[in-house]
C-alpha cells in the first residue's frame, strides 16, 4: 500500500511537471525513506518506459529534447534555435542550451538527439523569457539578445539574416542591452546591423 501511494505522488508529480529532478522526487516520496527507494523507483518507472532520463538527476515523460534546457539551469534556448523560433533561421538546427553554469560543453545525446550547450558569463546572462513551444513553455532568449549572442561568441549570420533581425530588432532594447558589452561588441553590432549611433 506505502508502495501506492509514492508511485501515485509520484506520477502526479511528472503530471505537474514537464522535467523532474531527482531531489524533488526524494522529496515527495518522503524524507523517512532511504534515497536507495527512490533510486529503485525511479529504475523502476524509467524500465518500465513510464519516465525518460533527460539529464543527470533530471528525468521526463515527454519526447521533446528541448527540455533539456532545465537540466542546465540558469540557462536559456538561443543563437541558431532561438532564430528557428522567430522564424528567422529556415536551416535544420538542434537545441543551442546557453548556461552560465560551469558545467561541461559541446554536443551531448539526449532521448537520442544531439543538443549544443554552450556556456556564457555571469554578466551576459539576461534577456530571455518563456516562450510556448508546443505544449510546454520553455526559456529562449529574445530577439536582441540572441542576436548579441551572435556577435559576442562569433557566430556567422547571413546578409538575409540580418537583415530580417533589423525589421525586427526593437533598437531602445538593444541600447539598453549594450550598455553591458564592451566598446567593440556595441561597435561590431551597430556595423552589422548598419545602424547610425544617433539612431539608437
Not at 4 to 10: A, E, F, G, Y
Not at 100 to 106: A, D, E, M, P
Request: overall charge positive; proline content about 2%; aromatic content about 12%.
Amino acid at each position: 500500500m506505502g508502495k501506492q501511494i509514492h508511485l501515485d505522488k509520484v506520477e502526479k508529480l511528472f503530471e505537474k511537471s514537464p522535467v523532474v529532478d531527482f531531489k524533488s522526487l526524494e522529496r515527495v516520496v518522503g524524507k523517512s525513506k532511504k534515497s536507495s527507494y527512490t533510486k529503485l523507483l525511479v529504475h523502476n518507472l524509467v524500465k518500465k518506459g513510464k519516465i525518460k532520463k533527460i539529464g543527470k538527476g533530471f528525468y521526463t515523460k515527454h519526447e521533446e529534447i528541448s527540455l533539456s534546457v532545465f537540466c542546465f539551469n540558469p540557462s536559456y534556448l538561443g543563437l541558431q534555435s532561438a532564430l528557428s523560433f522567430y522564424g528567422i533561421w529556415d536551416q535544420a538546427t538542434i537545441p543551442i542550451v546557453l548556461t552560465s553554469r560551469n558545467v561541461r560543453t559541446g554536443l551531448r545525446k539526449v532521448l537520442g538527439k544531439n543538443i549544443l550547450v554552450r556556456k556564457i558569463s555571469k554578466g551576459y546572462f539576461f534577456g530571455y523569457e518563456l516562450k510556448k513551444e508546443g505544449n510546454f513553455y520553455v526559456p529562449y532568449s529574445d530577439l536582441e539578445k540572441t542576436f548579441l549572442d551572435f556577435v559576442l561568441l562569433n557566430e556567422k549570420l547571413s546578409k538575409e539574416g540580418l537583415l530580417e533581425i533589423r525589421q525586427k530588432i526593437d533598437l531602445k532594447k538593444l541600447k539598453r542591452y549594450l550598455k553591458v558589452y564592451p566598446e567593440r561588441i556595441y561597435k561590431k553590432s551597430l556595423t552589422l546591423l548598419e545602424v547610425r549611433k544617433d539612431e539608437l
